[in-house]
């Protein structure tokens, strides 16, 4: 199962990337953890009090399906020079976020032939706009599954590194009957600053000062986001910004 979960999303980036004027993906990385999952009792107290469960999507939730789709290191350094969003990261942000609507149905569909159901998450704009905070983080459930760890930016490191974006679903598949995702990969710390302290480059590539003494200012990162939103409008809705992912030691790769 797990090779044919895989395989959905590898057909689906094929698919796509054929409707499009370049190669915008890498390989992609995949993660299986049961809804029952110790980690995900923390989300509530980690992320919001009003954090959805995997029960709360599907009932009788027996796993959560969640990838990593990376993109490809001509569109983040693209992103590299100036204040405001790259034409490209912003269409590689909507067009990422409709692959993973596709890769959600695809999925569904294969797990509906073979006798599951699935809930299915929005890529984005699942949050709060007055309190900014997610209602389902992708990145925190991708975290529990092991696909990466939290670097000082606040963003989530793989080992294809930190410029890309997760989707997941939840399924009524039992763990049980996806041997490979019982090794799960162990949780490790990639983050250099975590690690020893140094580093430090993807706060200083914020152009609005967004990582400021009194923690992190949610606000100030939103209105830069939207300000790309508007300059990028053409292309449709891209309240993005990425300036602290690229140019990284953990931009493609752990640097750990
Ligand atoms: S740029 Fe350095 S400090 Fe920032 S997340 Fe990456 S490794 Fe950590
Ligand atoms: S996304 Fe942009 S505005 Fe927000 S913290 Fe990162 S660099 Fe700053």
């Given amino acids: 199962m797990y090779q044919k979960i895989n395989a959905c999303i590898r057909a689906a980036i094929d698919t796509y990337e054929k409707?499009?004027?370049?190669?915008?993906?890498?390989e992609p990385i995949l993660g299986i953890i049961?809804?029952?999952?110790?980690?995900?009792?923390?989300l509530r107290e980690v992320v919001s009090s009003t954090h959805l469960l995997p029960g709360d999507i599907l009932p009788g939730a027996e796993s959560i399906i969640v990838?990593?789709?990376?993109?490809?290191?001509?569109?983040?350094?693209?992103?590299?020079?100036?204040?405001?969003?790259?034409?490209?990261w912003a269409l590689a942000y909507i067009k990422t976020n409709d692959l993973i609507r596709v890769i959600n149905d695809d999925i569904a569909e294969m797990l509906r032939r073979e006798g599951y159901a699935a809930g299915k998450l929005?890529?984005?704009?699942?949050?709060?706009?007055?309190?900014?905070?997610s209602d389902w983080s992708h990145?925190?459930?991708a975290c529990i599954a092991g696909l990466g760890s939290f670097g000082f930016n606040n963003m989530l490191i793989t080992d294809q590194g930190c410029c890309g974006r997760f989707g997941s679903m939840v399924t009524s598949l039992p763990v049980s009957a996806v041997p490979e995702a019982a090794a799960a990969r162990?949780?490790?710390?990639?983050?250099?600053h975590k690690l020893t302290g140094g580093c430090g480059a993807c706060r200083k590539?914020?152009?609005?000062?967004?990582?400021?003494?009194?923690?992190?200012?949610?606000r100030r990162c939103y209105a830069q986001c939207l300000k790309n939103g508007?300059?990028?409008?053409?292309?449709?809705?891209a309240d993005v910004c990425g300036k602290c992912l690229a140019g990284l030691p953990c931009s493609f790769r752990s640097p750990e």
């Fill in 67 to 88: 990838f990593f789709i990376p993109f490809q290191d001509s569109i983040v350094e693209s992103n590299l020079h100036g204040e405001t969003a790259s034409r490209e």
């Fill in 19 to 26: 409707t499009l004027p370049f190669k915008m993906w890498k």
């Fill in 139 to 141: 990145r925190h459930v």
């Fill in 230 to 237: 508007e300059l990028h409008k053409d292309l449709g809705y």
């Fill in 186 to 192: 162990p949780p490790r710390e990639r983050c250099i």
């Fill in 34 to 42: 049961s809804a029952e999952d110790e980690g995900l009792k923390l």
């Fill in 122 to 133: 929005p890529a984005t704009h699942n949050f709060d706009t007055e309190r900014l905070v």
């Fill in 205 to 218: 590539r914020c152009p609005v000062n967004a990582y400021g003494d009194g923690g992190f200012d949610r």
